[in-house]
């Protein structure tokens, strides 16, 4: 079906291309910047004598249209930016179209946010946010949004080596982190984060941005910051797009075709991408894990654990959307995507058990066959009223939908020592795990601009999220020779939220400094249930959020930024699921119903200096947490532990992030960072485990760009990944090199480029974990060493 769809969709925009009279088009935008000047005045004359006016999109795009043969003159303008008039433009012949870019300089009131700016190679650094533009990696072409974020400062991304799914910012797993799209909450926890993360690949993303401190105009969620995923958006008139393809070494590919028409006062546009990955025969996935099992302190035997798994990944996602400028001053836009992902997964698993002599006491081979079909609809309505020249009210709903069915067919074999089936009945279970996700948001957004020095922003949102997990296990019965159904109560779960949030913020501009002060209250009912009533829990907090930021410009080259803000982390899905999962012989894992959400203040110091060639920063930070959900570890047998979510203790993470760039050279460029990271409980007495969950202590980047003449772009970085130490576990430090190297032809129109993921093959995860039962030590490997080659036409 959405084949058809996409085809009916070309069609009409072709159809809709028609010849017009004169125009004049083109967007309005900040000066020496790619920042766009949203909803902007512009007013053209003839001869002095006004002619027409129009307000520029949110894009800062313009269109005066049904023009006769003249000279004009153009005037543009808009809120903190200085006016500017462009003429004379002459118009000679009908269906003339002149194409005119306007660039703005911001207004001298506005220097504490638009002026200093590092802006150098891949990055761009403003007060409170990190910006990296798609266009400047074609090191992550043809891979996903992992791929880019994985190269951002204070970045580690989860998954297995090689398949970058989530995010880890600042040393902190990924539920500390909010992750938008276009500025807009999809959704994206737990299992749906990773998929809708999977579907986006780098060539429909225009830029992503890392917040540090979000304000209060963000759900409280963004305890640890928030990352900001732009997609693009083709303002130009007429119709545009862009092919693409590629393949890598492994056997996988990627395609990807994106088109929009627009026109007058409306636009149509669409996208299909398909990503596979392919790690199977020697390229799949490897895991050795040798344990030694204690009691009392000393050795009574040893668990060698071999694992194979392959992997395929295909996904695919469709996006069609339409925007129209319904009267002055209003737009409205709607959009639907779906995304789809299969995996197929194989895995064996030999387990070795020893005695402490190691001499042989038993050998289990357990095969899994798994495939996971996962998907997602989402559905996007967004108004947008221009009520006077200084005020907008924006009104929006999205919602979000997921399916994640998960089948596994498992057999556990018993072998002798000599590696030769000793039971004739091995062990079959056949497990079907599906989740559902039910996301809705309904939000309304009102910002006023009462002069040149004060600004209000107020906003209601309400948010309904609802997840469910069903788990049905079937074994086999070898005396009645069919699968019995073995299901327990606690595997019907049910999460429902609903969340009530208003907030109102303020920011003054007064010569130098600049302060933004809000504050957000969020209400939320909850409601968790199992089958059985033990498992049952229902109730409600408020929590205030107040946030206050300053900056203060010390000259045109140089600021310091001082913020703080109160946020949450509610407990994720998965910790919340009383399923019991088994799939590990040697620890087994549950949820906690009754899990509570953190709350934590948060403090921020920074400071930055640029210059023509160079530019440095250096930012402090700290987060106080309480009620920490912490992963704990309990013995319940000999060589098998529990971990189970529990909030208790306190803790803190505090770090200190270095950032710099430099152009040595007219051709090079080189950008940087370092970031160092603290976590610890504030008693360290209870209940062991974790301090936080996958803290690491380090990050490092460095990437370097060299433009080899004209149209030859080389670049590589390097990426390192310190070591995550806590009381009970250990990963060792991981470190890579990427290369890429780009050409273009046709005045730029077509792109090709080669790259190379993980140069000298070696990012692999290395863990090593204590309890008082065992010591673990894994190792997890593939073939992290992949070419790609990529094709793009933009049209």
Same mark, same amino acid.
Request: glycine share 8%; with cysteine; net charge positive.
């Given at each position: 079906?959405?084949?058809?769809?996409?085809?009916?969709?070309?069609?009409?925009?072709?159809?809709?291309?028609?010849?017009?009279?004169?125009?004049?088009?083109?967007?309005?935008?900040?000066?020496?910047?790619?920042?766009?000047?949203?909803?902007?005045?512009?007013?053209?004359?003839?001869?002095?004598?006004?002619?027409?006016?129009?307000?520029?999109?949110?894009?800062?795009?313009?269109?005066?249209?049904?023009?006769?043969?003249?000279?004009?003159?153009?005037?543009?303008?808009?809120?903190?930016?200085?006016?500017?008039?462009?003429?004379?433009?002459?118009?000679?012949?009908?269906?003339?179209?002149?194409?005119?870019?306007?660039?703005?300089?911001?207004?001298?009131?506005?220097?504490?946010?638009?002026?200093?700016?590092?802006?150098?190679?891949?990055?761009?650094?403003?007060?409170?946010?990190?910006?990296?533009?798609?266009?400047?990696?074609?090191?992550?072409?043809?891979?996903?949004?992992?791929?880019?974020?994985?190269?951002?400062?204070?970045?580690?991304?989860?998954?297995?080596?090689?398949?970058?799914?989530?995010?880890?910012?600042?040393?902190?797993?990924?539920?500390?982190?909010?992750?938008?799209?276009?500025?807009?909450?999809?959704?994206?926890?737990?299992?749906?984060?990773?998929?809708?993360?999977?579907?986006?690949?780098?060539?429909?993303?225009?830029?992503?941005?890392?917040?540090?401190?979000?304000?209060?105009?963000?759900?409280?969620?963004?305890?640890?910051?928030?990352?900001?995923?732009?997609?693009?958006?083709?303002?130009?008139?007429?119709?545009?797009?862009?092919?693409?393809?590629?393949?890598?070494?492994?056997?996988?590919?990627?395609?990807?075709?994106?088109?929009?028409?627009?026109?007058?006062?409306?636009?149509?546009?669409?996208?299909?991408?398909?990503?596979?990955?392919?790690?199977?025969?020697?390229?799949?996935?490897?895991?050795?894990?040798?344990? =030694?099992?204690?009691?009392?302190?000393?050795?009574?035997?040893?668990?060698?654990?071999?694992?194979?798994?392959?992997?395929?990944?295909?996904?695919?996602?469709?996006?069609?959307?339409?925007?129209?400028?319904?009267?002055?001053?209003?737009?409205?836009?709607?959009?639907?995507?779906?995304?789809?992902?299969?995996?197929?997964?194989?895995?064996?698993?030999? =387990?070795?058990?020893?005695?402490?002599?190691?001499?042989?006491?038993?050998?289990?081979?357990?095969?899994?066959?798994?495939?996971?079909?996962?998907?997602?609809?989402?559905?996007?309505?967004?108004?947008?009223?221009?009520?006077?020249?200084?005020?907008?009210?924006?009104?929006?709903?999205?919602?979000?939908?997921?399916?994640?069915?998960?089948?596994?067919?498992?057999?556990?074999?018993?072998?002798?020592?000599?590696?030769?089936?000793?039971?004739?009945?091995?062990?079959?279970?056949?497990?079907?795990?599906?989740?559902?996700?039910?996301?809705?948001?309904?939000?309304?957004?009102?910002?006023?601009?009462?002069?040149?020095?004060?600004?209000?922003?107020?906003?209601?949102?309400?948010?309904?999220?609802?997840?469910?997990?069903?788990?049905?296990?079937?074994?086999?019965?070898?005396?009645?020779?069919?699968?019995?159904?073995?299901?327990?109560?606690?595997?019907?779960?049910?999460?429902?939220?609903?969340?009530?949030?208003?907030?109102?913020?303020?920011?003054?501009?007064?010569?130098?400094?600049?302060?933004?002060?809000?504050?957000?209250?969020?209400?939320?009912?909850?409601?968790?249930?199992?089958?059985?009533?033990?498992?049952?829990?229902?109730?409600?907090?408020?929590?205030?959020?107040?946030?206050?930021?300053?900056?203060?410009?010390?000259? =045109?080259?140089?600021?310091?930024?001082?913020?703080?803000?109160?946020?949450?982390?509610?407990?994720?899905?998965?910790?919340?699921?009383?399923?019991?999962?088994?799939?590990?012989?040697?620890?087994?894992?549950?949820?906690?119903?009754?899990?509570?959400?953190?709350?934590?203040?948060?403090?921020?110091?920074?400071?930055?200096?640029?210059?023509?060639?160079?530019?440095?920063?250096?930012?402090?930070?700290?987060?106080?947490?309480?009620?920490?959900?912490?992963?704990?570890?309990?013995?319940?047998?000999?060589?098998?532990?529990?971990?189970?979510?529990?909030?208790?203790?306190?803790?803190?993470?505090?770090?200190?992030?270095?950032?710099?760039?430099?152009?040595?050279?007219?051709?090079?460029?080189?950008?940087?960072?370092?970031?160092?990271?603290?976590?610890?409980?504030?008693?360290?007495?209870?209940?062991?485990?974790?301090?936080?969950?996958?803290?690491?202590?380090?990050?490092?980047?460095?990437?370097?760009?060299?433009?080899?003449?004209?149209?030859?772009?080389?670049?590589?970085?390097?990426?390192?990944?310190?070591?995550?130490?806590?009381?009970?576990?250990?990963?060792? =430090?991981?470190?890579?090199?990427?290369?890429?190297?780009?050409?273009?032809?046709?005045?730029?129109?077509?792109?090709?480029?080669?790259?190379?993921?993980?140069?000298?093959?070696?990012?692999?995860?290395?863990?090593?974990?204590?309890?008082?039962?065992?010591?673990?030590?894994?190792?997890?490997?593939?073939?992290?060493?992949?070419?790609?080659?990529?094709?793009?036409?933009?049209?």
């Amino acid at each position: 079906m959405p084949k058809y769809l996409l085809f009916a969709f070309f069609s009409l925009t072709c159809l809709l291309a028609r010849a017009q009279k004169a125009q004049i088009r083109g967007k309005i935008g900040e000066k020496d910047n790619t920042v766009s000047v949203s909803y902007g005045s512009l007013q053209l004359f003839e001869k002095g004598v006004f002619v027409k006016g129009v307000v520029a999109g949110e894009n800062g795009d313009y269109l005066f249209d049904k023009l006769n043969k003249g000279s004009y003159t153009l005037k543009a303008s808009g809120i903190g930016y200085e006016s500017r008039e462009q003429g004379p433009i002459v118009i000679e012949r009908d269906n003339q179209v002149i194409s005119l870019n306007l660039d703005l300089l911001p207004a001298v009131s506005q220097l504490s946010e638009v002026v200093v700016k590092g802006d150098i190679g891949v990055t761009c650094i403003e007060p409170g946010k990190i910006v990296y533009q798609a266009a400047d990696l074609p090191i992550a072409k043809g891979s996903s949004v992992g791929d880019m974020l994985r190269l951002m400062p204070s970045v580690a991304m989860g998954g297995p080596p090689g398949v970058p799914r989530d995010i880890r910012y600042r040393g902190l797993e990924k539920s500390y982190t909010l992750v938008l799209i276009d500025g807009r909450n999809a959704g994206i926890t737990g299992n749906n984060r990773e998929v809708v993360l999977n579907q986006i690949p780098v060539s429909a993303i225009e830029r992503i941005e890392i917040i540090a401190s979000p304000g209060a105009q963000y759900d409280g969620d963004g305890m640890n910051g928030v990352v900001n995923i732009i997609l693009k958006k083709n303002s130009r008139y007429g119709t545009h797009g862009q092919a693409m393809v590629g393949i890598n070494s492994l056997g996988g590919y990627n395609a990807s075709l994106q088109a929009s028409h627009k026109f007058g006062k409306g636009e149509f546009y669409g996208a299909y991408d398909r990503n596979e990955v392919l790690l199977t025969g020697d390229n799949s996935m490897t895991e050795t894990n040798r344990v =030694t099992v204690l009691k009392n302190g000393e050795v009574t035997g040893y668990q060698d654990i071999f694992s194979k798994e392959s992997r395929k990944i295909t996904s695919d996602n469709i996006k069609l959307g339409t925007r129209w400028d319904l009267w002055k001053g209003a737009d409205l836009k709607a959009e639907y995507v779906r995304g789809w992902q299969r995996e197929l997964k194989i895995k064996t698993q030999d =387990t070795k058990v020893l005695k402490a002599d190691r001499s042989f006491s038993s050998r289990t081979l357990r095969t899994e066959d798994q495939t996971e079909d996962w998907s997602f609809n989402e559905y996007i309505l967004n108004f947008s009223q221009k009520l006077s020249p200084k005020s907008r009210l924006t009104v929006s709903y999205n919602h979000v939908d997921g399916d994640y069915p998960k089948p596994k067919y498992q057999t556990d074999q018993k072998l002798n020592g000599e590696g030769l089936p000793s039971d004739a009945k091995p062990a079959k279970t056949n497990t079907y795990e599906n989740n559902y996700d039910r996301n809705d948001f309904v939000q309304a957004d009102y910002s006023l601009h009462s002069n040149h020095i004060v600004s209000w922003n107020a906003g209601l949102k309400y948010s309904s999220r609802v997840r469910e997990n069903i788990q049905l296990v079937d074994k086999f019965d070898y005396a009645k020779n069919l699968f019995l159904r073995t299901q327990s109560p606690a595997n019907n779960f049910t999460s429902s939220e609903k969340i009530t949030a208003g907030y109102v913020q303020s920011a003054i501009t007064k010569g130098r400094l600049r302060s933004v002060i809000g504050v957000r209250a969020e209400y939320t009912d909850f409601h968790n249930q199992t089958l059985e009533q033990s498992y049952s829990t229902h109730g409600n907090y408020l929590i205030p959020l107040p946030s206050a930021s300053f900056i203060f410009n010390l000259d =045109t080259t140089q600021f310091i930024k001082f913020s703080v803000d109160r946020k949450i982390r509610r407990a994720s899905f998965k910790d919340l699921s009383p399923f019991v999962d088994s799939s590990d012989v040697a620890k087994i894992k549950t949820g906690n119903p009754l899990l509570r959400p953190e709350k934590a203040w948060g403090f921020e110091l920074g400071y930055m200096k640029t210059a023509a060639k160079w530019n440095v920063g250096v930012n402090l930070f700290r987060r106080q947490i309480d009620g920490l959900i912490q992963k704990v570890l309990y013995d319940v047998s000999p060589g098998v532990v529990l971990e189970k979510p529990d909030n208790f203790n306190a803790a803190y993470i505090q770090g200190v992030e270095l950032i710099a760039a430099v152009k040595p050279l007219s051709f090079w460029s080189i950008n940087g960072s370092y970031s160092r990271f603290d976590s610890q409980l504030k008693d360290e007495n209870q209940g062991g485990g974790d301090a936080i969950k996958d803290q690491f202590d380090w990050c490092a980047k460095l990437i370097s760009d060299v433009t080899i003449g004209r149209n030859t772009f080389f670049q590589v970085a390097w990426n390192g990944i310190g070591p995550k130490v806590s009381s009970q576990k250990e990963e060792k =430090t991981l470190a890579y090199w990427d290369a890429s190297l780009s050409r273009y032809f046709v005045q730029k129109k077509v792109v090709l480029s080669v790259r190379v993921m993980d140069v000298f093959n070696t990012n692999n995860k290395q863990t090593i974990e204590y309890t008082t039962a065992q010591t673990s030590e894994k190792i997890q490997d593939i073939p992290g060493r992949q070419v790609f080659l990529n094709l793009s036409y933009s049209f």
